[in-house]
């Protein structure tokens, strides 16, 4: 399904609304809420709209439980770092434990290795099924999503829930969940907004199947329900 808005903070509003609404659910029926928070600059202000007075107190952070859909393997006070975005503008304003949050960083460990220990973080809070109740995701203009790039081996993965691997044309590795785990989600929201996004974004929903090429074509959900939201320019094509 794809909802298109008049402007970026119409689309942060309903994110935010949809995460209320998610969280609310999620911990009436089962008395915890798991999220996966994505990167870049896409999210920043739905993270922003949440820490805010309106929204914050809507939500029983004691009983939410962070993740994220990938990370660039760097320290989490460096710049590029998704965690540190999300801190910084949502995490450290709202009453979440610490031990609620799992961070796809850590020093000293080589990011395959963390790849597993993360994997198994998962487990422990959601079990063998591994189902989100909600993942927020972005889409680059080149039709990526997470760290599901074009042409990389990433894309086959059929059985891990985390991977992590080097990125040659970023020369950097990345950590991310694959496919198959976020396919599972109870509900996946994709954030999309401005021109540069609306070629790929027309050969995600219209074009041709080609993963390989454009990866968030990838995501399918098996029972739960996929949700685009995106402006004008994003939709113009």
Do not use: C
């Amino acid at each position: 399904m794809i909802q298109i808005y008049n402007s970026i903070e119409d689309i942060n509003k309903e994110a935010a609304d949809l995460f209320v609404a998610a969280s609310q659910k999620a911990i009436s029926e089962k008395g915890q809420f798991t999220a996966v928070l994505t990167g870049g600059s896409s999210p920043a202000g739905i993270y922003k709209l949440l820490a805010s007075a309106d929204y914050k107190n809507k939500v029983d952070w004691s009983k939410v439980f962070i993740f994220w859909g990938d990370e660039r393997w760097v320290p989490l006070d460096d710049e590029r770092s998704n965690a540190k975005m999300s801190f910084d503008t949502l995490l450290s304003h709202v009453p979440i434990p610490k031990e609620n949050i799992f961070e796809m960083y850590s020093d000293g460990v080589k990011p395959e290795e963390y790849a597993v220990t993360y994997e198994n973080s998962i487990k422990n809070i959601l079990g063998s099924e591994g189902k989100f109740d909600l993942i927020l995701l972005g889409m680059g203009d080149d039709g990526h999503t997470a760290s599901l790039f074009p042409g990389e081996e990433v894309l086959k993965e059929e059985t891990k829930w985390v991977d992590a691997y080097y990125l040659k044309p970023q020369e950097m590795y990345r950590i991310t969940l694959t496919a198959p785990l976020i396919n599972k989600a109870e509900k996946i929201v994709v954030v999309a907004f401005g021109e540069k996004k609306a070629p790929a974004l027309h050969e995600v929903l219209k074009g041709e199947f080609n993963p390989t090429k454009y990866p968030m074509q990838l995501i399918k959900p098996v029972s739960g329900e996929l949700l685009f939201l995106v402006d004008q320019n994003a939709a113009g094509k």
